[in-house]
């Protein structure tokens, strides 16, 4: 079994192989080969215990991440295991590969759900998350410019220039979220706020809003507005949603959305850009994160890892 540090996977993977995994991985999901369990959360005295599953029977693997949440930040590890010995193959530190894989699933859905390719979007956030997000969205669509919102000033500032330098895009920073969110065809939301971040009387018609930043019942990124205006709703996973997604919900329960409507990214994924083609009008994508879409980039690392010879090989396993 190989033990991986956090260098050692960052430097075995990148955004646009992280938006090919998970192409792959909906595909695999669709035709039914994946059993994906929603996460399930732990609480200790200052710290939660987050646990998630997966099993993909064309990887031949089973796998989970877990990773725990206290004042001092955030702790993460996915372990692989063989589907017909049930050993371990792998267990790897998990940051960065979390970070790419909830960008890459963004910009997966971008490339499907947005009308026409987006060549400009707009990003509430700059944090860890927004960073993965505008990468992956750059990497899955013609984007060439964005405007960008968050509250502090100069983190703004610093972003724009930092990953505008970085990705060749053209990054303003704006002084509001209505300003960052105005006639832009693509919205994204990677914020960590528990409160209404877009008003959906903001949004130009026939805009598509990516909202990641908030995986708990009690958290809310867009108003009830936004999901009143939507047209339809995709969701990575809506056995996730229902359990993860405030602002889905929240309208559920003043009636201004249905579970039934909600459809999965994977069906999406199945039909292709004609899927959007069908349904005009302001659509919003909800993802909370899926452990088949760590498991499916985990495997894309544990392949690397073993033809370039990098990770610290641990003693197997013995058996009962």
């Known amino acids: 079994m190989l033990f991986l540090r956090e260098h050692e996977v960052e430097e075995l993977i990148d955004i646009s192989t992280a938006v090919m995994a998970m192409q792959a991985a909906f595909v695999r999901a669709a035709a039914g080969l994946i059993d994906n369990v929603p996460r399930v959360r732990a609480s200790g005295d200052g710290v939660v215990l987050h646990s998630m599953s997966a099993a993909d029977r064309e990887l031949g693997l089973v796998g ?46 971008a490339s499907l759900l947005v009308a026409e390719a987006a060549t400009s979007m707009g990003l509430l956030g700059t944090g860890w998350q927004a960073e993965s997000q505008l990468a992956a969205v750059a990497a899955a669509c013609p984007l060439k410019q964005a405007r960008v919102y968050s509250r502090d000033p100069e983190r703004r500032e610093s972003f724009c220039q930092r990953m505008g330098a970085m990705l060749g895009l ?26 209404p971040v877009l008003a959906g009387d903001d949004l130009a018609t ?3 809003v990516c909202a990641i930043g908030s995986n708990w019942l009690e958290k809310t990124e867009l108003d009830d507005r936004a999901l ?4 339809w709703v995709v969701c990575d996973s809506v056995d996730a949603c229902r359990v993860e997604a405030g602002e889905l919900e929240r309208a559920a329960e003043l009636g201004c959305f249905s579970w039934q409507q909600a459809v999965e990214l994977s069906d999406v994924v199945s039909v292709g850009p004609a899927w959007r083609q069908a349904r005009p009008g302001i659509g919003i994508f909800k993802s909370v994160g899926l452990a088949m879409e760590d498991i499916a980039l985990a495997a894309i690392v544990l392949e690397r890892a073993r033809d370039a010879g990098l990770g610290t090989v641990l003693a197997d396993t013995e058996g009962p």
């Open 64 to 109: 989970w991440k877990q990773y725990t949440t206290t004042r001092q930040g955030a702790v993460f590890h996915v372990t692989l295991y063989d589907q017909t010995t049930g050993q371990p193959v792998v267990v790897m530190e998990a940051n960065k590969l979390g970070q790419l894989r909830t960008g890459a699933v963004t910009g997966l859905a």
């Open 170 to 195: 053209d990054l303003q920073p704006v002084d509001s979220a209505s300003q960052a969110v105005s006639d832009m065809p693509l919205v994204v939301t990677a914020t960590s706020s528990r409160t």
């Open 206 to 208: 026939g805009a598509v």
């Open 228 to 231: 009143q205006r939507a047209g």
